[in-house]
């Protein structure tokens, strides 16, 4: 199932999820940091979503309140919600 995020408070846009079994098949960042954003795709690949939630939850940019990686927890945490999980 593919799953599509606005984000909020970083420099990406949106984040597109491809989950199937539970497990995170794929994931795409538009805008954000290049490198940054697909080293953080390519590590979440192969995990159950709660893991990267436990794992990326909380990270702060700098002065931000959230990054790319937070995002990528709140992105998985709403579809979590929208799965009834």
């Known amino acids: 199932m593919e799953f599509s995020y606005i984000t909020k408070g970083v420099c990406s846009r949106r ?43 909380g990270i702060k940019c700098g002065f931000k309140t959230t990054s790319c990686p937070d995002q990528l927890a709140e992105a998985l945490k709403e579809y979590q919600n929208t799965k009834g999980d």
Not at 26 to 51: H, Q, S, Y
């Open 15 to 57: 984040i597109i999820i491809d989950i199937e079994n539970d497990i995170i098949k794929n994931v795409r960042f538009e805008g954000g940091c290049n490198g940054n954003t697909k080293g953080i795709a390519a590590l979440a690949i192969g995990m159950k979503p709660d893991e990267v939630i436990d794992r990326l939850a």
